[in-house]
């Protein structure tokens, strides 16, 4: 099991979020998975999904929401969570190699 804490950076002026990578050896595909507007990606919940789905050869790809990095309550307005989703899926993209990608969330996500 791989576990990596990886940068997303977002476009423009808007810095980086943090990702985290968690992918079995023998992984099959890659889901990234953004989190609900009341927690972040270290979630139990998402912890406990992610872990799950490495049993069955699926990596996850989580990354936090740029308010949640920036300890801000309120979620993220469509023009900025929009290109977050849009930078995780190219972060993640890149970490999947040839293996499918596959992207959902849970609530806000």
Do not use: C
């Not at 308010?67 to 999947?96: H, N, Q, S």
């Amino acid at each position: 099991m791989k576990t990596l804490t990886v940068p997303v950076q977002l476009p423009d002026d808007l810095g980086t979020v943090t990702g985290l990578l968690h992918s079995p050896s023998n992984a099959q595909f890659m889901l990234v998975l953004a989190h609900g507007a009341g927690t972040d990606m270290r979630h139990a919940f998402l912890e406990t999904l992610a872990q799950r789905l490495a049993d069955r050869q699926i990596a996850t790809f989580r990354f936090n929401f740029r308010y949640k990095e920036l300890g801000k309550g309120a979620p993220d307005r469509p023009k900025i969570a929009l290109p977050t989703v849009r930078a995780a899926i190219e972060t993640a993209a890149g970490l999947a190699g040839t293996m499918p990608l596959f992207a959902g969330g849970k609530s806000f996500g």
